[in-house]
């Protein structure tokens, strides 16, 4: 009897969370379709963003996101290795990295975006542009990403790290050849985190990459991404509420299909490098 | 190896500095109200198309960003939905439109006016039903603005109020959502834009405006200067513009936007 109660309220617990997902997409998709057209995605805003279309906004957002992972991924990797291969266990500047990073994860993404400006738009002066974005998403993706792949690599097996010992290989053939593609999932799934919460993020990116709806020239330059596109549209530009809809489906398509690269990417250099 | 990489390096810090001294002189930053951003970044692109060598930026962050960005020199213009106070002193004042701010309820609410007493009464909670002002035994939910935001400001000014005497049962941001507060509520009162409020009604939004001391709140009434709750929308520079600020603000100032500004549920001030 315990048994059944338990299991139906599982369950139900399950139902509950793919209809609520079902209930939003749902609502974006009906909306959003009747939008979204080949124009929509190749013209400039007119009208307050209310009518045209998203290219600028869809090239500030991939600007935004590569500058971010190009600054976050190699970092990351760099002190995701340093944590779990080589700095002493959980002692001294290691145990502080990793309080650090716990603390930096937990920090609500607006304090992100007031410390972007201050530093990158004000003090090194990059003013509001992609490039100062870039940057603020790479630091609040940072902890997160590091933190997921420190914990693939101390997951892969010391046996593996034996034989590569035996084998006479360095340390640091060791981790680009054996460690690294062993501990591919992990990294995988910082990825597709970090790409999530940087493409999905409005408030640090306000104050940092702006809110300028021209196509950008360069890194230099002011741009609005999607997500700040849909809260302006969608709370501060009466009658936006359609165009809104629509830059809400281009955002959920686009957020399926870089997982989905990500995916393929990184599953194609590690098998490479695992084979070679 | 590294002589490469530093020369790459030297390469691309020249770049930059080439990029921002050539940025200078043909570039505005503007900062401040979130309100009057969509309306100036309009009138920027048209700018921007008919002098192609011109890149004017246009980032929000609210009236009082506006004031401080331009008082620090962080934005050559700053943008303001409010009248400065007295302690913001040094700046140059430019009106590019009026807006006007009524009062809304419920459109099945059988309320047609209410008196400046009544709406009073109502945001300090001596009035708690609408049954005491004449409608239906429903209780009124109350629709403040946060704190911050220049129509409070307005709002508290005209009936004079402060804000710990009001008794809100729901406090909202941007202007947008309290218009979409007060059509899935029936009980709701709230104040909002009266361009955006008429422009959403005549699309079926299920609000109503009420007349504020027996004007009718509507766009005409404001550009006729009858209407009594209007804030300007204003661009602010310091003493001495650049001559780019000023061809921008004159710009904006002319009759080459007023059709922006009406399509932004806005009033030309005459």
Redesign the interface.
Known sequence: MIDRVFSTVVFAAAALVVAALVWVLTDVVSEGAARISWAFLVTEPR???RAGGIAPVLVSTLWVLVIALAAALPLGLGVAIWLSEFAPKQRGFAAYTGITLDVLAGIPSIVYGLFGNAFFS?YMGL??SLLAGGLTLACMILPVFIRTCESGLRQVSDDWRQGAWALGMTRAAAVCHVLLPAARPAILAGLVLGIGRATAETAAL??TS?????MPE?P???GRVLAVHIF?L???????DGAAYGSALVLIVLIVLLNGLAQSLVDNWFKRRISQ | MFQRLTGLLLAVALC?SA?GVQAADNRL?LTGS??V???V??MA?RY?QQHPQV?I?????GSTRGVNDTRTG?AHIGMASRNLKPTETGLRVHTIAIDGVGIIVHRSNPISSLSNTQIIDIYTGKIRNWKDVGGRDLSITVVNKAEGHSTLELFLNYFALKNSQVRPSIII?????G?KTVAGNPGAIGYV?I??AE??QA?GVTIKRLPLEGVAASVAEVQAHRFPLARPLNLLTGKSPSPLARRFIAFAQSEAVADLIA???FVVPR
Request: net charge negative.
């Open positions: 009208d307050a963003g004000v003013g509001y306000l104050f702006g809110y300028v709806d021209r360069s230099l330059d002011s302006d969608s709370m501060n530009v009466t009658g936006g | 930059l990029y930053i979130s309100t951003a969509p309306l970044l309009e692109k921007e890149r930026d246009v980032q929000t962050g962080l941001g941007d202007n947008e959502q218009i834009s361009g955006a422009f959403s699309r399509d932004q549920f």
